[in-house]
């Protein structure tokens, strides 16, 4: 769950050409991979003018994981509630947490009185709402927790069937990782320019919530969630992100 700290970033990524990107220390696969910094400023400005949101990218391949009706769902980190209220259009209820009393007042704004979402103001894993859910989503946030408690947490919340899909943020350190950040940063300029057909815009209300940049590995995400939820599918993608999907027996 998004914890409150005062340090604000676009969406928790720390990489060239995103907002708020800070140097490691570095080995000679980041000093090859990484651009000079006169082209991460360049980056920055671009950015900063062309936001787009990367976790709201991966919302239909999250449809295309899931059943087309469920009865309930549970949205953990849910900032201003894009996810859930996409949830809602399949389920009879969804739940959207978030540690964030500001950003879950948002999503509590932007929602219809109509739609079966309910936000609440709460800290995970601990602390989330009773199910068990025929899906639980995280997108961006278990990054913030306890990674093996927040899969057990989840795995408890899911009903017997049910799915859990997470699109996570993995610290890079192989070399894979480098060149797939790599091979990013240009697609990264093209779909700001195509979201924004070119023209400045400003920054998405999902894009405000408090972030933090990831510390586990993807090498070390993998063996931790496999652990946890035997069966697990687990995928790196594009746009600094990797991909979790497991069904419960």
Not at 132 to 143: R, S
Not at 208 to 220: E, L, N
Request: hydrophobic residues 40%; glycine residues 8%.
């Amino acid at each position: 769950m998004r914890p409150r700290v005062p340090e604000r970033r676009v969406d928790g990524d720390d990489h060239p050409g995103r907002i708020g990107y800070r140097r490691r220390p570095q080995t000679w696969w980041t000093r090859s991979m990484t651009p000079p910094s006169r082209i991460i400023q360049a980056l920055d400005r671009f950015h900063a003018a062309h936001p787009w949101d990367h976790n709201a990218h991966y919302h239909p391949w999250i449809l295309r994981q899931l059943p087309r009706s469920f009865g309930s769902a549970l949205d953990v980190g849910c900032g201003t509630g894009d996810l859930a209220r996409l949830l809602a259009s399949r389920a009879r209820a969804v739940d959207g947490v978030d540690a964030d009393p500001a950003i879950v007042t948002r999503a509590r704004e932007l929602t219809p009185p109509a739609v079966p979402v309910t936000f609440t103001v709460a800290d995970a894993p601990h602390d989330l709402p009773p199910g068990p859910h025929d899906v639980v989503t995280c997108v961006a946030a278990i990054h913030h927790m306890p990674f093996g408690d927040a899969l057990a947490g989840f795995r408890q919340h899911l009903a017997p069937g049910g799915t859990l899909v997470v699109v996570g943020l993995a610290r890079a350190e192989t070399p894979g990782d480098h060149l797939l950040g790599a091979a990013a940063v240009p697609a990264n300029v093209g779909m700001a320019w195509i979201k924004n057909r070119g023209r400045t815009a400003p920054r998405p209300d999902a894009m405000t919530a408090p972030t933090r940049p990831a510390t586990m590995s993807f090498p070390d995400i993998v063996r931790e969630a496999r652990r946890v939820l035997p069966g697990v599918r687990l995928r790196r993608r594009l746009f600094w992100r990797y991909t979790l999907v497991w069904h419960r027996p």
